[in-house]
């Protein structure tokens, strides 16, 4: 089992910037990838971006590109997504993820943190 916990939400103007952690414990030793995605209420979850946690590799969705930024830390288990130029359409709660093993989907969420961002 892992557990994911995600911190550093909050609320910021228009323009500002965030960075969320989130800490994964237990049986992290194989993991693939971590993900961010976010919701509203009443909207379907959208894909944030992701990191292979063995070489780095990063992927973004469009609407965040060039905005933000994902990394890790593989030795303390810790991934990081640095948000930067925000605007208000970002306002959402932020959710972390991991994939166990190559193959493999989401199976683990943390239990998310909400970031407002106002205009």
């Known amino acids: 089992q892992v557990q994911l916990v995600e911190s550093g939400g909050g609320l910021v103007q228009a323009g500002g910037s965030l960075r969320l952690s989130c800490s994964a414990s237990?049986?992290?030793?194989?993991?693939?990838?971590m993900g961010w995605f976010r919701r509203a209420p009443g909207k379907e979850r959208e894909y944030v971006a992701a990191?292979?946690?063995?070489?780095?590799?990063?992927d973004y969705a469009d609407s965040v590109k060039g905005r933000f930024t994902i990394s890790r830390d593989n030795a303390n288990n810790t991934g990081y997504l640095q948000m930067n130029s925000l605007k208000p359409e970002d306002t959402d709660v932020y959710y972390c993820?991991?994939?166990?093993?190559?193959?493999?989907?989401?199976?683990?969420w943390g239990q998310g943190t909400q970031v407002t961002v106002s205009s």
């Open positions: 237990g049986r992290t030793f194989s993991t693939y990838r």
């Open positions: 990191i292979r946690w063995i070489g780095g590799y990063t």
């Open positions: 993820a991991l994939v166990p093993h190559r193959g493999g989907t989401y199976d683990y």
